[in-house]
Nanobody, 124 residues
């Protein structure tokens, strides 16, 4: 059973940076594609970024391209989301997700495992 735990959320001013982490202490995530999604109050959960386990290819939503960077450290069994130049509209609960597939990584239904989320709040 994959159990994902996110951390690194917090409150930051616009223009600031945060780095989110996602790890599973129980098993390796090496053969899992990893995704980050977010959900703002009153809105649907949306894709932010993902990285394929098979190719290492990163994917980004247009809204975060150039500002966010996804990476993984297999030795630490951790996936990161570096978020720079944060905007108030980035405020949301950020979720980490994992799946053994490599396709449609921007789709919520693709992912089998989800974390509980970490809150990111960006003030103007």
């Amino acid at each position: 059973q994959v159990q994902l735990v996110e951390s690194g959320g917090g409150m930051v001013q616009a223009g600031g940076s945060l780095r989110l982490s996602c790890e599973d202490s129980g098993r390796t995530l090496t053969r899992y594609s990893m995704g980050w999604f977010r959900q703002a109050p009153g809105k649907e959960r949306e894709f932010v970024s993902a990285i394929s386990w098979s190719t290492g290819t990163p994917y980004y939503a247009d809204s975060v391209k150039g500002r966010f960077t996804i990476s993984r450290d297999n030795a630490k069994n951790t996936v990161y989301l570096q978020m720079n130049s944060l905007k108030p509209e980035d405020t949301a609960l950020y979720y980490c997700a994992a799946d053994q597939g490599s396709y449609y990584l921007d789709k919520i239904y693709q992912y089998e495992y989800w974390g509980q989320g970490t809150q990111v709040t960006v003030s103007s």
